[in-house]
Nanobody, 115 residues
Framework: QVQLVESGGGLVQPGGSLRLSCAASESIFTINIMGWYRRAPGKERELVAVISSSGGTGYADSVKGRFTISRDSAKNTVYLQMNSLKPEDTAVYYC?????????WGQGTQVTVSS
């Protein structure tokens, strides 16, 4: 059982930045893939960015060039640096961990982009 705790959400103006953190209860090297997803009001949850245990990354087209996923293995933490935020980035952001056939989700953190 992997526990995930997200933090770092909040209210930011358009064009601003936020960094989300996802702390895992075990070594991230034992987790095949970690990722960030989001659910905007009235929409389905969608993939934002992923990072594999080998360090490979992937991004949704809507965030490429603005968001960066990274990890700190010493802290068992994955980050999502979000720059040039837009109102359409407003959503609840969730951390997800995939370990073999098991999937774990964090509780989510709200990001609101508004002037």
């Amino acid at each position: 059982q992997v526990q995930l705790v997200e933090s770092g959400g909040g209210l930011v103006q358009p064009g601003g930045s936020l960094r989300l953190s996802c702390a895992a209860s075990e070594s991230i090297f034992t987790i095949n893939i970690m990722g960030w997803y989001r659910r905007a009001p009235g929409k389905e949850r969608e993939l934002v960015a992923v990072i594999s245990s080998s360090g490979g990354t992937g991004y949704a087209d809507s965030v490429k060039g603005r968001f960066t996923i990274s990890r700190d293995s010493a802290k068992n933490t994955v980050y999502l640096q979000m720059n040039s935020l837009k109102p359409e980035d407003t959503a609840v952001y969730y951390c997800k961990a995939t370990v073999s056939a098991s999937v774990y989700w964090g509780q989510g953190t709200q990001v609101t982009v508004s002037s």
